[in-house]
């Protein structure tokens, strides 16, 4: 399985960006999806998670009410839409796929990582 993250860049404080990660193969529908970041400096942490069928998300609490998960299995593809953003959102965005997981918040739970997005937000 290969995860292919990108979408990120530079946008202001308070605009909105979308990031896309395909996944391939044929099973994507048996992954679950996740997005995490990592600041500089700081360590890696989690983002949103999303379940096989995506009828389940999960979200940090630091992004609830401005991030949003999704995913289409037609088009192996999972996307984050992030808007409001802030300069503490800068990071570099990873996905992550995972076959089956308990803690969903936990990057140990993930099998397979995609490179990462760079995100900027300036003040």
């Known amino acids: 399985v290969q995860l292919q993250a990108c979408g990120g860049g530079l946008v202001q404080a308070g605009g909105s960006l979308r990031l896309s990660c395909a996944v391939s193969?044929?099973?994507?529908?048996?992954?679950?999806m996740g997005w995490f970041r990592q600041a500089p400096g700081k360590e890696r942490e989690f983002v949103a998670a999303?379940?096989?069928?995506?009828?389940?998300?999960y979200y940090a609490d630091s992004v609830k009410g401005r991030f949003t998960i999704s995913r289409d299995n037609a088009k192996n593809a999972v996307y984050l839409r992030m808007n409001s953003l802030k300069p503490e959102d800068t990071a570099v965005y990873y996905c992550?796929?995972?076959?089956?997981?308990?803690?969903?918040?936990?990057?140990?739970?993930?099998?397979?990582w995609g490179h990462g997005t760079q995100v900027t937000v300036s003040s």
């Open positions: 193969g044929r099973t994507f529908s048996s992954y679950a």
């Open positions: 992550a796929a995972t076959r089956a997981v308990v803690a969903w918040s936990q990057g140990h739970e993930y099998d397979f």
């Open positions: 999303i379940s096989w069928s995506g009828g389940s998300t």
